[in-house]
C-alpha cells in the first residue's frame, strides 16, 4: 500500500472542494468559494487564485485575506513576481521571506506587505498553463512537504475543473471558458494556400470528468490494472522483428516509463490523496513535464514526447476513449495534429481542406504529401491540439503561417474576402492556360509541374503545364512498410506515363536520406544527415535497390520515351557511375527480350555549388540539367532550410546567387544541355521573372502555380527586366528584389 500523505486531510479537502464544485454557483462565486474553502482547510491566512487572461497574462480573479478591490485588476506579465516565476517554470516556489527573494514584485493595490511566507503552485494541465495557486501566511515559515503536495493534489483538480468550463462566469467575473474564445497561432509555411474549416483531431483530446475519487483502493486497482494492460501491449510491440534501431530505442524508453515503479507509486499516493486514476496520471504527466523542460540535456527534454504518448495510452486504457470517439468527420475538414505520417496523410486524402501540425518541418513527409494533395498547411502551430477541439470553426493560411482557432466574424469575413480574391484571381488564370508563357518581348517560358502522386496527374491539363519536370518517386517508398516490387513500381510508373498523354515526365530516382528515412530501412546515426548519406550516395553505395528501381522505369516505358534523373549529384564521377547503371539495365532489359525507351535521357539534379564547377565532360555527357532550388539555396549560404532563424535570412533574388546561376547557365549554354529550375522559388512569380530574366527558360513548380507564374510572364519584357537586375548588381545592390519589385509594380494588368 503507498504511503498515505496527510491521507484524511487531503481527501476531506478535495471532497469539500467537489461539493463546492458541485453548486450551481457561478464561476465567480465558485473562486470565492473554493479560496476561502482551502485556506480554512489549510490553515493559511491568504489563499489567492491566479488565472492567465492571455497567454502572458495572469490576473488575480478570486482571493481570501487579500484586499477584494485588487480582484481583477492585479495582473502581472509571464515570469514576473514570484507568481510569474511559478507559471514561467512549472513548478512550485516556496519561501519564507518573500519580500527578499529574487524577482519579488510587491502589489500595494492587495494589501500582501503584511504577510512573508509564500507558497505558489502551477494550476496546468499536461504542460497547459493556466494560472498558479498561492498560499501566504504573516509568520515567516516555509510551508513542509506535505502542505506542498496537498496544494498541488488541489491544483490538479482546479485544472481539471477548468478544463470542464466550471470557473466561466459572465462579464469580469470567473475568466473566459476555455475552448470558446478565439485564438490566433503563428507557425510557419508548410504549404501554401488559404482554406476556411472545421477542426478534425487526428488524435482526439482525452477528457477527465472525474478529477476527485471516493474510493481510493477501487481507484488504485484500476490504476494497477491499466498500467498491467499499457506494459503488456507495450512488450508486445518491442517483440516485433520488424523494429529497426531507432524504433527499438523509443519503445525502449517507452518500457522505461512503463516499469517505472516510481511512476507507479506517485500515481497510487495522488489516489490516496483523493485523485481518481485518470487525475494522478495526469498530475505526473503535468509534473513530469515541468521538471524535464527545465533540464539542459536535449535528449531528455525529447523523452517528454514519449511520456506524452504513454500518458495518452495509459489514459484511453482507463477512460475507454479511444481513438475512434465515434464522432463524425464534419464538413470541410481541417486536420489538426501534433504530427502525422504520409500513409496517415494519404488516407485522409483530397477530403481535407487543410493541415495544422505543432511540430513538422518545410521537408518532412507530411509537407510532400500536402503540397501533392495541394492542401494549405500550416507547421509549428504550437500547443493547438491542447487548445483546438472537434468541430472548432478554423481559418487556414498557408501563405502568412497563420491560423486562426474560433475566429470573430470580422476576422472570417476579411479572410473569406481574401479567398474570393484568390478565386477570381484563378478564374483569370484558368483562362490562361492553353495560352503560352511568352514575354511582352517573344520570349517563351516553358512550365512544367512538380509531382509525386497519381493524385497529382489531373493537375497536368487544368493547370496548363507542359509536362512534369520532377516525378517524386521517393513517396511510394515512404508511405508503406515494406519494400515495394518491382513489379509494383512498373505498374505505377506506367500509369503515369499514360496519364501524362504524351506529354514529358522526369523521373527523380529514389531520393532518401536527410529528412526522409524509410520505415524498414535501418536509419543512419549522421550529426548533419542533409550532407551525408543520402540520395544518390545511398544508391551508389546500396545498388540493389537502384537497379530494381531502373528497370522498373525501363519496364513502365514500354518502348516510350523515358527520362531519369539523379537526385545529389556532387561530382562527375556519381554521374558517369549512375549512368552507367541505366546503361546496363537498358543492355539487360533488351537482351531478356523486353522493350527498352524508344529514346532515353539521363540527367541530374544540380543541388550542391560543387556540380556547377565539375569538368565539361559532365555538362556534354548530361542530357538535361535540373536545378533543385531548395537544397542548392541552403548549401550556398550555409543555411539549413528547417531552421527558421537562419532560412528566411537568405534571398533567392541574392544578387551572388543570381550570378552563380548565371555560370550555370552558361555553362550549360556551352555544352547544349537542356537546362531548368525546378523548386519552391520556380514557382514565385517575381523569382520566376528573374530566373527567365537571366536565361533560365524552363521553370519546374507546384500546379496551382503556374497560372499566377504565366500571367506575370506574359505582362513583362524580359530584356527590361534584365536591365533593372544588372543595373542593381553594378549599384552594390546585396538583392535585386527591391528594384525588380518597383519595376513590376510599374508594369499594368
Not at 484586499?67 to 514561467?88: C, D, P
Not at 492587495?110 to 493556466?130: H, N
Request: with cysteine.
Amino acid at each position: 500500500m503507498p504511503t498515505e500523505r496527510s491521507d484524511s486531510d487531503s481527501r476531506k479537502l478535495l471532497r469539500r472542494l467537489r461539493d463546492v464544485l458541485g453548486t450551481k454557483a457561478k464561476g465567480q462565486e465558485r473562486l470565492d468559494q473554493i479560496t476561502h474553502l482551502i485556506a480554512d482547510s489549510i490553515g493559511t491566512e491568504v489563499c489567492s487564485i491566479y488565472l492567465f487572461r492571455d497567454p502572458e497574462t495572469l490576473e488575480l480573479c478570486a482571493t481570501e485575506g487579500l484586499k477584494k478591490a485588487a480582484v481583477h485588476k492585479t495582473r502581472m506579465k509571464l515570469g514576473e513576481g514570484l507568481v510569474g516565476r511559478v507559471a514561467r517554470i512549472g513548478l512550485p516556489v516556496n519561501t519564507a521571506d518573500a519580500p527578499s527573494e529574487k524577482g519579488f514584485r510587491f502589489m500595494p493595490e492587495t494589501g500582501e506587505e503584511l504577510y512573508s511566507a509564500f507558497l505558489g503552485v502551477p494550476i496546468q494541465r499536461v504542460g497547459e498553463k493556466l494560472g498558479v495557486l498561492v498560499v501566504q501566511s504573516k509568520q515567516a515559515r516555509a510551508y513542509s512537504e506535505d502542505e506542498i503536495y496537498a496544494l498541488e493534489v488541489v491544483a490538479m483538480v482546479l485544472a481539471e475543473m477548468t478544463e470542464l468550463g466550471a470557473f466561466a462566469g459572465e462579464g469580469g467575473g470567473g475568466m473566459g471558458r476555455l475552448h470558446k474564445q478565439p485564438v490566433l497561432f503563428r507557425g510557419a509555411t508548410g504549404q501554401e494556400g488559404a482554406s476556411e474549416g472545421r477542426v478534425w483531431l487526428h488524435e482526439p483530446r482525452v477528457v477527465v470528468t472525474n478529477p476527485v475519487a471516493d474510493d481510493p483502493l477501487t481507484e488504485i486497482d484500476r490504476i494497477r490494472e491499466a498500467v498491467g494492460v499499457l506494459r503488456v501491449s507495450v512488450d508486445d510491440l518491442l517483440s516485433a522483428e520488424s523494429l529497426d534501431k531507432d524504433q527499438k530505442a523509443v519503445l525502449e524508453a517507452y518500457r522505461m516509463f512503463a516499469h517505472s515503479r516510481g511512476w507507479l507509486r506517485r500515481m497510487e499516493e495522488d489516489i490516496s490523496s483523493g485523485l481518481s486514476a485518470e487525475a494522478a496520471v495526469e498530475k505526473e504527466q503535468s509534473a513530469t513535464r515541468a521538471r524535464l523542460s527545465q533540464v539542459p540535456d536535449a535528449y531528455l527534454r525529447e523523452r517528454l514526447h514519449d511520456l506524452d504518448d504513454l500518458s495518452n495510452r495509459l489514459l484511453r486504457i482507463l477512460t475507454g476513449q479511444g481513438k475512434d470517439t465515434g464522432a463524425e468527420m464534419p464538413d470541410n475538414p481541417v486536420l489538426v495534429a501534433r504530427n502525422i505520417g504520409p500513409a496517415e496523410l494519404l488516407e485522409y486524402g483530397r477530403k481535407l481542406k487543410g493541415l495544422v501540425l505543432e511540430e513538422g518541418s518545410v521537408g518532412s513527409h507530411a509537407a510532400i504529401v500536402a503540397r501533392a494533395l495541394a492542401i494549405p498547411m500550416v507547421i509549428h502551430a504550437e500547443r493547438i491540439t491542447n487548445e483546438a477541439l472537434n468541430g472548432d470553426p478554423i481559418l487556414v493560411d498557408g501563405d502568412q503561417g497563420i491560423v486562426h482557432l474560433r475566429p470573430e466574424e470580422t476576422v472570417a469575413r476579411s479572410f473569406r474576402g481574401t479567398m474570393a480574391m484568390q478565386a477570381k484571381a484563378q478564374e483569370r488564370y484558368a483562362s490562361l492556360r492553353d495560352l503560352p508563357a511568352t514575354t511582352c518581348d517573344g520570349v517563351t517560358i516553358a512550365l512544367h509541374m512538380n509531382a509525386g502522386l497519381m493524385a497529382d496527374l489531373p493537375s497536368l491539363v487544368g493547370s496548363g503545364a507542359e509536362g512534369v519536370g520532377l516525378f517524386r518517386t521517393e513517396l511510394q517508398f515512404l508511405v508503406r512498410n515494406y519494400m515495394p516490387r518491382r513489379d509494383e513500381l512498373a505498374a505505377l510508373y506506367s500509369r503515369v506515363i499514360e496519364a501524362a498523354k504524351g506529354l514529358p515526365v522526369a523521373f527523380r530516382t529514389l531520393d532518401i536520406g536527410s529528412d526522409k528515412v524509410l520505415p524498414y530501412m535501418k536509419p543512419q546515426d549522421e550529426p548533419n544527415p542533409a550532407m551525408g548519406w543520402r540520395a544518390i550516395r545511398v544508391g551508389l553505395d546500396k545498388p540493389g535497390v537502384l537497379r530494381m528501381q531502373l528497370q522498373a522505369l525501363i519496364r513502365a516505358a514500354a518502348g516510350r520515351p523515358l527520362a531519369i534523373m539523379f537526385p545529389f549529384v556532387s561530382e562527375h564521377g556519381e554521374f558517369v557511375e549512375a549512368r552507367a547503371h541505366v546503361l546496363r539495365e537498358i543492355y539487360r532489359e533488351k537482351s531478356l527480350g523486353h522493350a527498352v525507351p524508344s529514346a532515353l535521357e539521363v540527367g541530374a539534379m544540380l543541388e550542391t555549388p560543387s556540380l556547377a564547377y565539375a569538368p565539361d565532360a559532365f555538362f556534354e555527357m548530361a542530357d538535361f540539367i535540373s536545378i533543385g532550388g531548395n537544397d542548392l539555396k541552403q548549401f550556398f549560404f550555409a543555411a539549413d532550410r528547417e531552421n527558421e532563424r537562419v532560412r528566411k535570412r537568405y534571398d533567392s533574388l541574392n544578387a551572388s546567387f543570381l550570378t552563380f546561376l548565371e555560370v550555370v547557365i552558361a555553362r550549360c549554354a556551352k555544352a547544349g544541355t537542356k537546362l531548368s529550375f525546378c523548386g519552391e522559388d520556380a514557382g514565385r512569380p517575381v523569382e520566376a521573372v528573374a530566373f527567365a530574366a537571366i536565361g533560365l527558360r524552363n521553370l519546374s513548380m507546384r500546379p496551382a502555380s503556374i497560372g499566377p507564374v504565366k500571367a506575370l510572364l506574359r505582362r513583362v519584357d524580359l530584356a527590361e527586366a534584365r536591365a533593372v537586375i544588372d543595373r542593381a548588381r553594378r549599384e552594390g545592390a546585396e538583392t535585386v528584389r527591391p528594384a525588380l519589385m518597383e519595376y513590376l509594380a510599374s508594369v499594368g494588368e
